[in-house]
RNA sequence: GCUCCCGUAGCUCAGUUGGAUAGAGCAACAGCCUUCUAAGCUGUGGGUCGCACGUUCGAGUCGUGCCGGGGGCACCA
């Protein structure tokens, strides 16, 4: 029995005994963990709830505690329950059957999750125009982390990454190499294998380009007037400028695939903008929208000319319509309305699919697809696509109006579906800190000097690249490593240096809830100590180590926990001075998987991030305290080997849960 | 103007659908390595939870108003 059911046996127990004894049924029993272990396991703090309940249908009043005590005399008959206090005005404190609970998770089976229901996550989502920053790995950490939350709680999940190969950045950047160097696709082509050839990487080149159209469009009209050009030439398709920008785009999703994959990061299939167009997904869905009635052709005013969706709960002023343009008056689709197409694909409503080919392959066969619009490319062997019962759209809360424009009209072509199966998860930005933007080399005004903080921006090539934070930080863990394991030999020092560094990163990123603003600090986000990545994984390691020496020493596991058989002698010791340490070390690594629960409803990867780090600190205190392998008590020693495989086994899972590695030594 | 988010220790942040004495990390100071790894552990100091009113047995959490900071309201995404 776990953790879970537990609480469910005991939250059921306490509705049905509310119902029949005392006649009232409360729409939701709320139960919590106690602040300190003397106080119990689960309190119901339901007592005062029940006595208003009764108040308001009966006017009669009761006293909570004597609430309590019946609740209490039903409760008390579960075999899991050893004993239930109450406590304060009316608290309901349930104690564990320690004894019992500890041999229950010895013999537990570890999940056998039905076939769960399929969800599509969409993150990363990078424009593929240039280098990703530490913005675009906050975006791709959370989405991963989600992702490999929601599998861990039993959902199927597939993975995609939004390639938006026919915008405008694409076009800046396309623009920049055709006008300002004057290349053509094959000067980009010798370009590219000159980097190759010197180490360097295409998409930084494309970061250093693209803020310099960014320069150039400020002093140069022309230039501007150029990028029209060169987007609707994208847009079509089928011409030498296409190809070029085709070229470019898939070169940088190449790029920032690979740098993701540094970090832990994997995908399954990358839709592309040019065939939600190319494929007229887009035609299908607006068919659709104007049959339906929810967009309109506007033929006055400032959006004459244009397939428009009202949008009443945002008010218009003078200076701001409430209407959304779906599709500009020169007959291109604006970004919302191609996500509203690509969205109904998503969650398998919109009747159509693209072709599909292979795009690339991780070292251990993995493959990662992409789509395209022509039907002799496509490739078979691939999984089935698309067709969510959710959809989770990971992206910065920027852009939290179109996203409910998407939304909406997702909704009023599927009222079913639309309303809750599509999930925008956002994000607050990563900043830097002044100090943090100086540090990288940049001049600020004297108004910037005085911000709180500093939007990155691609288009003034301000930001933290990505690749360049990593480097940064495997140097630092693999001199840690070099100073005290200085013989290891080079590909593990090395190896252990780039779990060390993801791990921190990693961390950094999730230990902040979704709606803060990460201002970027070199020296916080490059420590090893404290509430970081490495404090877990180091916990990890050492209660790792506690069983590589029993391992060398011969020891069987199994035949140490054969002495738990002494029930008395176990109750005794979680009966005594130390059961309390012993017995919170247990309880909180069974809190994994109602953690991972708890995560996947409220869509929070930080609650598991502190979660794992709340574990790894207590089994450093619990480490600290009792000294497991020299106990000379068999059974004492069989209760801390079994507390600790228990903690080896959450931790990791914990861990692994966030992308994070257990690394052999540290 | 409209709208969303934030305001908790010197700094950076947690704080479950409203529950018990508001917690971490960093920074500061004082301790702990013949032991299963000190990237660790222990202790000390540090709070009008922005302000006010309200709802409630109970408010950091919910409501209203105000103050302060940020985002959004493009024929960009």
């Known amino acids: 029995m776990t953790i879970t059911d537990i609480q469910n046996a005991l939250r059921e127990k306490v509705r049905v005994i509310a119902k029949e004894k005392l006649s009232v049924e409360p729409d939701h029993i709320a139960s919590e963990i106690p602040p300190k272990t003397e106080l119990g396991d ?53 104690f564990y059957d320690r004894t019992g609970f500890l041999l229950d998770e010895n013999s537990a089976e570890t999940g056998a999750n039905e076939p769960g229901t399929k969800v599509c996550v969409e993150h990363t989502s990078v424009n593929p125009n240039k280098a990703a920053h530490i913005g675009h790995v906050r975006n791709a950490v959370l989405g991963d982390t989600f992702i490999r939350i929601l599998k861990a709680d039993g959902k199927e999940v597939e993975t995609q990454y939004y390639i938006d190969n026919t915008g405008v950045q694409v076009a800046d950047v396309a623009v920049g190499f055709m006008f300002i160097h004057n290349m053509n696709l094959d000067d980009i082509k010798a370009l590219d294998k000159e980097l190759t050839e010197s180490d360097k990487k295409f998409d930084f080149y494309c970061w250093d380009l693209y803020a310099q159209v960014g320069r150039a469009y400020q002093e140069n009209e022309e230039l501007k007037e150029k990028r029209a050009e060169v987007l609707h030439l994208i847009e079509e398709g089928d011409n030498p400028t296409a190809d070029l920008a085709d070229f ?43 049959e339906l009635g929810v967009i309109h052709y506007e033929t006055e005013g400032k959006n004459a000319g244009c397939w428009v969706m009202p949008f009443a709960e945002h008010s218009g002023t003078d200076d701001h319509e409430s209407d959304k343009i779906l599709v500009r008056s020169n007959g291109t689709v604006t970004y919302t309305g191609k996500d509203i197409a690509y969205q109904m694909w998503k969650l398998g409503i919109l009747g159509m699919d693209f072709f599909y080919k292979r795009f690339h392959r991780y070292a251990d066969g993995k493959e990662i697809w992409v789509t395209t619009e022509n039907a002799d490319e496509a490739e078979s062997g691939f999984p089935a696509f698309g067709g969510g019962e959710t959809i989770y759209n990971v992206i910065d809360t920027r852009q939290s109006y179109p996203q409910e424009i998407v939304k909406k009209g997702v909704a009023a072509i599927d009222p079913e579906k639309g309303e809750k199966a599509s999930v925008h998860l956002s994000y607050e930005m990563v900043a830097l800190s002044p100090a943090a933007a100086e540090e990288l080399g940049f001049e600020l005004s004297e108004e910037d000097k005085g911000r709180t903080f500093i939007e990155m921006s691609g288009r003034k ?14 140097i630092k863990a693999l001199a840690e490593v070099e100073s005290r394991h200085p013989d290891s030999d080079e590909a593990e020092k090395k190896h252990i240096a780039h779990q060390i560094a993801v791990g921190a990163l990693r961390y950094f990123l999730l230990k902040f809830t979704r709606n803060t603003v990460i201002v970027f600090d070199f020296k916080e986000a490059l420590s090893f100590e404290g509430e970081t990545g490495c404090f877990c994984q180091y916990s990890a390691v050492r209660v790792n180590k506690i069983f590589q020496k029993l391992a060398e020493r011969d020891e069987s596991v199994a035949e140490i926990k054969a002495a738990l058989t002494d029930r008395e002698k176990v109750a005794e010791i979680f009966g005594s001075e130390a059961g309390s340490d012993i017995w919170s070390m247990l309880i909180l690594a069974a809190r994994l998987d109602e953690t991972i629960h708890n995560a996947a409803a409220v869509n929070e990867p930080a609650i598991l991030a502190k979660y794992t780090f709340n574990l790894a600190k207590a089994f450093n205190l619990f480490y600290h305290n009792h000294k497991i392998l020299p106990e000379p008590d068999a059974v004492k020693r069989a209760v801390l080997i079994s507390v600790a495989e228990k903690v080896r086994d959450s931790l990791t899972r914990s861990l692994n849960t966030l992308g994070i590695e257990v690394p052999e030594k540290m």
């Open 42 to 94: 689960l309190a119901f703090p339901i007592a005062f709830e029940l006595a208003k309940l009764i108040k308001q249908q009966t006017g009669e009043k009761q006293n909570p505690r004597a609430i309590a005590e019946e609740l209490k005399n039903g409760i008390s008959e579960f075999d899991f329950v050893d004993r239930v206090e109450i406590a304060g005005p009316g608290y309901l404190n349930v």
């Open 248 to 290: 470019v785009a898939t070169r940088n999703v190449e790029c920032i695939v690979e740098t993701m994959e540094r970090f832990g990061v994997r995908y399954d299939l990358l839709p592309r903008e040019s065939e939600i167009l190319h494929l007229k997904f887009w035609e299908k869905a607006f068919g659709q929208m104007k």
């Open 461 to 474: 090539g301000l930001g933290v690249k990505a690749d360049d934070l990593l480097d940064r930080m495997e």
